[in-house]
């Protein structure tokens, strides 16, 4: 069909009738959409009675219901396992096998998935399974559709595990050997090849010996290729189960004649079981069996059987370190010269000549090519091993160098994976792959990039410890093209629509603090940090951006760069025009509560966290009240008085004049959680205060004691002269006089302890909170700190932010003038002695 394109359409007599004929083929396609709807009659048929319980509608489906309804209900079987086992098992159950005897191959892999579901959650015993279930999956292992068989066959491996070992000899084991007596068809026997892997685990040696290790000689041999590849993969564990004496006598044999068979996949095979293997041969077996095998198949490789070619560039790290031990030098540089041959097949010929001037590969040849360079990408690490890293410069740095500039992105993707495991090896040499390092993040393909910053903070501090214990300068001063390629990798990552590398690469540019200067992490990456956060549409990166920011900021040491961004982060975000900068302000102030000290956030961002309360978006002032919680742990009293006064009065204003319903919810919600908290003390603070507080006491109070000493030496000799001075007559006159003047003495002295008169309205005071802790916090101070009034810088130290004093209670004002009234009496006693005796001397 032609393609219709309206914008160039021609509408001429002679195209009119293409575009009809088009429009018919299109209502042509969309007929069986229309068809495939249901009838009246079909809707009926499908509906099922919903009063029915979950085991009536399961046996209802499966009885008389369509296929598509039965196989609904045998993926529902884990659900009523779980619900109602015992039901499921005596009713549904039974009724699933038969419906499986005339079952198509969906219902069959729909049930394989069932049942191994139902094993796995251990919603049955294991006893109980395999009376129930065990019997079922036995039965269709040998379905006649492969898939079906194998999807069966899946399920019975887990089962074999978890089964008891006599289970599994009586109801597996023994049918399985009599079975393979009797010439069973292909499947069958791919089968019993299986599980003659699996059971291999479960017995002893002996009968293992006795009973398997027949019929596994017999499947080695079978007719068919097939068999004799699939049984040569189980050999492994059959070895694994009989123990190193019988593996030499037994199963080595079969591998070697299997390595020399005339099928390819066979020898594949055999060659892969063989490196298994290579730990349970002794050092006999390794140099004049397996040495000899491996030899002939590198080769072959390249000459008759290129098929082995791509398994034995992956396998070719654990077989040069598994046969190190036996390598004449000679075989040793054999295997590294075969390694590198591998490593720039494709590239490059023998002739050094590109493969395109002699001819052209085929796509299927290049694909192979690729993935054997990629094998040997990921032994690299292997190799390195395998030669010492001490010999690396010498012996594989040129073939590092070309896997990562490889033209194909899997190969240098599986370079960039295996970088640290390079670095790790190579030690205090690392900085000789600092080069390739900064090609790999200057990659075109972000894959590359992604798999090379999984691990580039330890990457990065590798090199800078290889630096420093060559005697280089550290923080990487000598790699100058390292910030280029770092920067280049950022904004690569940036325009590109993978957020995810980009805000994975974000997370770990967070350790340039431990390997680049402060100075180049302020000019070359925190402003752009905060560029990200103020442009970027993508929440986590904007988060992660904003972490790393915080990291940046943490670290760096010089106020007025610091203040410079603090400055920018409460200007730009905080006070920022658009309530998505305000919102990322909030995050930005979470992680500097993560960060940093509490102090710190108190003294830059306590203030601007709590303006937001006035925010004209609801969806900031929710965000705040969500975090309030957190604000208020970063407060120490007293230190912090005064902002916990100022958050108290924020949240306040938000119940008395919030108008948003949701909002107005978690405002709530978080009033009842700040009222749980409590405030951390800081102990040292409060201890200084209190000393300092006693000492202002205890002078106050030595100064009142000597002025009063010295009032009542002055009346008492004032009183003397005035008694001296008054005639003998006039006794009644003169002690009248003597009782006013003894009365103004008093009021004298009282005048000297009386309050200013600014303080003098006490019970007047609007703070009574404050005058509520004043109280407290003086009265484990002792009865000194109750006679303090008169001394106006203590005044001035308690009271806050706000002006307003902390004054003390009635009760302490009541034991001041108790205290002033015993004095004065004792005076007064004085006096009138003094009096009593001036008239007896008199007369």
């Not at 079906?148 to 066959?153: M, R």
């Not at 302020?522 to 956060?533: K, P």
């Not at 442009?535 to 943490?554: D, F, I, S």
Request: proline share 4%.
């Amino acid at each position: 069909m032609r393609p219709i394109t309206f914008s160039k359409m021609d509408f001429s007599h002679s195209n009119i009738f293409g575009y009809i004929e088009d429009l018919q083929e299109l209502t042509i396609i969309e007929r069986p959409v229309r068809r495939s709807l249901k009838t009246p009659e079909e809707i009926e048929r499908l509906t099922v009675d919903e009063e029915l319980s979950d085991i009536e509608r399961a046996i209802y489906l499966l009885s008389s219901g369509q296929d598509i309804q039965g196989t609904s209900v045998v993926a529902n079987l884990p659900v009523l396992m779980r619900q109602n086992p015992a039901e499921t098992l005596r009713r549904v159950l039974p009724k699933i096998r038969e419906v499986l005897h005339v079952a198509g191959v969906e219902m069959q892999l729909t049930a394989a998935v069932s049942f191994l579901t139902v094993l796995q959650e251990e919603s049955v015993s294991i006893h109980t399974y395999s009376h129930s279930f065990l019997h079922i999956i036995l039965q269709n292992l040998e379905h006649r559709d492969a898939g079906v068989s194998n999807a069966w066959l899946e399920t019975l491996l887990p089962v074999i595990e978890a089964l008891p070992k006599e289970t599994v000899r009586h109801e597996i084991l023994n049918p399985l050997v009599s079975k393979a007596q009797l010439s069973p068809t292909l499947q069958s026997r791919l089968v019993s090849c299986k599980i003659m892997g699996k059971v291999a685990n479960k017995f002893e040696a002996h009968i293992i010996k006795r009973e398997i290790l027949p019929l596994v000689k017999s499947l080695c041999q079978d007719v068919e290729y097939e068999v004799r590849t699939c049984m040569c993969r189980q050999l492994e564990h059959v070895a694994r189960g009989i123990g190193t004496e019988l593996t030499k006598t037994v199963v080595l044999p079969e591998l070697v004649e299997l390595a020399r068979d005339e099928g390819s996949s066979v020898r594949l095979a055999a060659f892969e079981t063989l490196v298994n293997l290579l730990d349970m041969f002794d050092a006999d077996d390794r140099s004049q069996t397996v040495l000899p095998l491996v030899k002939s198949f590198c080769e072959k490789s390249f000459k008759a059987d290129e098929s082995i070619l791509v398994s034995l560039s992956f396998h070719l790290g654990k077989l040069c370190n598994g046969l190190y031990g036996i390598f004449t030098p000679e075989q040793h540089l054999r295997f590294l010269e075969f390694y590198k041959k591998l490593s720039t097949l494709g590239l490059q010929q023998e002739n050094g000549h590109n493969d395109n001037q002699l001819h052209l590969q085929t796509l299927e040849q290049e694909k192979k090519y690729i993935s054997v360079r990629k094998n040997c990408a990921y032994n690299f690490p292997a190799m390195i091993v395998f030669v010492d890293p001490k010999n690396f410069h010498l012996e594989l740095y040129s073939i590092f160098f070309c896997l990562c500039h490889d033209p194909e992105v899997p190969v240098r993707y599986t370079m960039a994976m295996s970088f640290f495991e390079v670095a790790k090896l190579l030690n205090s040499d690392v900085y000789t792959i600092h080069k390739e390092l900064v090609t790999l993040l200057q990659d075109e393909s972000l894959e590359v990039l992604d798999a090379l910053i999984s691990h580039l903070p330890e990457i990065l501090e590798l090199m800078t410890n290889g630096r420093e214990s060559n005697g280089s300068e550290s923080k990487l001063l000598s790699i100058p093209d390292l910030i280029p390629a770092l920067t280049t990798a950022e904004q690569r990552a940036a325009t590109s629509l993978k957020w995810r590398t980009h805000e994975k690469l974000l997370q770990k540019y967070a350790c340039l603090p431990r390997i680049i200067s402060s100075d180049q992490i302020y000019y070359r990456f925190l402003h752009r940090m905060l560029t990200i956060i103020l442009t970027n549409n993508v929440l986590p990166v904007q988060k992660a951006a904003a972490r790393t920011l915080c990291v940046y900021l943490r670290y760096n040491r010089k106020q007025e760069q610091r203040h410079e961004v603090i400055q920018k982060l409460i200007e730009q975000l905080g006070q920022g025009k658009s309530y998505w900068n305000r919102l990322r302000f909030l995050d930005t102030c979470e992680f500097i509560m993560e960060l940093f000290s509490k102090s710190f956030f108190c003294k830059y961002f306590f203030l601007p966290v709590l303006e937001l309360t006035h925010d004209p978006v609801a969806n900031v002032r929710m965000k705040l009240c969500c975090l309030l919680p957190k604000v208020k742990s970063t407060l120490k009293i007293p230190t912090d008085k005064h902002l916990l006064q100022q958050l108290e009065l924020c949240i306040r204003k938000l119940l008395c004049q919030e108008k948003d319903k949701d909002v107005l919810t978690i405002v709530k919600r978080t009033v009842l959680e700040l009222d749980r908290m409590e405030i951390s003390v800081d102990a040292e603070q409060l201890e200084k205060e209190k000393q300092k507080n006693e000492g202002r006491s205890t002078n106050i109070n030595d100064k009142i004691f000597e002025k009063k000493r010295r009032d009542s030496k002055t009346s008492s000799v004032l009183a003397k002269s005035i008694n001296l001075s008054v005639p003998v007559s006039s006794s009644g006159t003169s002690a009248g006089k003597e009782e006013k003047k003894s009365k103004l003495v008093r009021s004298q002295s009282f005048s000297t302890q009386i309050l200013h008169p600014k303080y003098s309205n006490i019970d007047k005071c609007p703070n009574k909170s404050s005058a509520r802790g004043y109280t407290s916090s003086v009265s484990g101070m002792g009865k000194s700190c109750m006679l303090s009034f008169s001394d106006d810088s203590f005044w001035t130290h308690s009271t806050g932010n706000n002006g307003s004093a902390a004054f003390p209670s009635s009760s302490s004002r009541n034991l001041f003038n108790s205290s002033d009234q015993k004095n004065n009496g004792n005076k007064e006693g004085q006096s009138r002695k003094m009096s009593i005796k001036n008239r007896k001397s008199n007369s």
